[in-house]
């Protein structure tokens, strides 16, 4: 069974970092474009960045660009999201998602096959 989990979430203050992690088990990690989403209270699960499998290109939502980094070790089935300069509008549940031989540029929630169950990321202002 695939199991995605997510860790490393937790509270920090504006301009802080946090890196989450999402561990994969029960697929064939390499096979697999790893993306993260983010939910707010009220909103719609939106993208934030996503990293291919193979070559591993990686894609960034427009305001985390310069910000976040999407980064993977396929040798430890973890796809990693290392978040600098948080902001407020960042806190919101971040959910770790994987489709398999994706090769798109553009990264949707459905596109993806399997998600996570979500991590709560608050940002102090």
């Known amino acids: 069974q695939v199991q995605l989990v997510e860790s490393g979430g937790g509270l920090v203050q504006a301009g802080g970092s946090l890196r989450l992690s999402c561990a994969a088990s029960?697929?064939?990690?390499?096979?697999?474009?790893m993306g993260w989403f983010r939910q707010a209270p009220g909103k719609d699960r939106d993208f934030v960045a996503a990293i291919s499998w193979g070559i591993g290109n990686t894609y960034y939502e427009d305001s985390v660009k310069g910000r976040f980094t999407i980064s993977r070790d396929n040798a430890q089935n973890t796809v990693y999201l290392q978040m600098n300069s948080l902001k407020p509008e960042d806190k919101a549940v971040y959910y770790c998602?994987?489709?398999?031989?994706?090769?798109?540029?553009?990264?949707?929630?459905?596109?993806?096959?399997?998600w996570g169950k979500g991590i709560l990321v608050t940002v102090s202002a």
């Open positions: 029960g697929l064939t990690f390499s096979s697999y474009s």
């Open positions: 998602a994987a489709a398999r031989y994706y090769s798109s540029t553009y990264y949707s929630s459905s596109g993806m096959n399997y």
